[in-house]
């Protein structure tokens, strides 16, 4: 019955964009991030992210992270200018405690931006937070 499965809620796993210095292209970029904020290890993540708004669409985009440590975070992709004016979205599918997890992060179109950069505690820099 319906009512039987259990869905586990995803918690304390995050994506976080922030803008850090490249040496190799002399310039700031844009880097998303997977932040396992749990007391356990999740292990064979993996993140689909994609962009989007009305009919344009970027490639859909599938990191293999693997294993992740409690309390680490590990880079996922860059995030080119042209992409920060479309909804970014990522998909964040892993297993932990015997089960499988997924969780939805959206920035939306145009709130990738310096202005919002807050303090992320983990990593010690600032960052844009997924609010959804």
Same mark, same amino acid.
């Given at each position: ?5 259990? %869905? ?6 995050? #994506?976080? %964009? #922030? ?7 002399? *310039? ?5 991030? +997977?932040? $396992? ?9 993996? &993140?689909? *992210?994609?962009? !989007?708004? @009305?009919? %344009?669409?970027? *490639?859909?985009?599938?990191? @293999?992270?693997?294993? +992740?440590?409690?309390?680490? /975070?590990?880079? &996922? ?5 042209? &992409?920060?004016?479309? $909804? $970014?979205? /990522? /998909? &964040? ?11 939805? !992060?959206? /920035? ?13 505690? #983990?990593? @010690?820099?600032? @960052? %844009?937070?997924?609010?959804?």
């Amino acid at each position: 019955m319906k009512k039987d499965i259990e %869905i586990p809620v995803a918690k304390e796993v995050h #994506i976080v %964009i #922030i803008r850090e210095w490249n040496d190799e292209f002399l *310039s700031k970029d844009w880097n998303a991030y +997977l932040i $396992n904020n749990r007391n356990d290890a999740i292990e064979m993540a993996i &993140v689909v *992210s994609k962009g !989007f708004d @009305g009919d %344009i669409k970027t *490639s859909t985009m599938r990191h @293999g992270i693997g294993y +992740l440590e409690p309390k680490t /975070f590990r880079k &996922v992709e860059l995030i080119q200018e042209d &992409v920060l004016a479309l $909804n $970014n979205e /990522f /998909f &964040v599918t892993f297993f932990a405690e015997n089960k499988l997890f997924e969780k939805r !992060f959206l /920035f939306p179109k145009h709130t990738i931006t310096e202005e919002k950069l807050t303090n992320i505690p #983990i990593m @010690g820099q600032e @960052g %844009i937070l997924s609010e959804y």
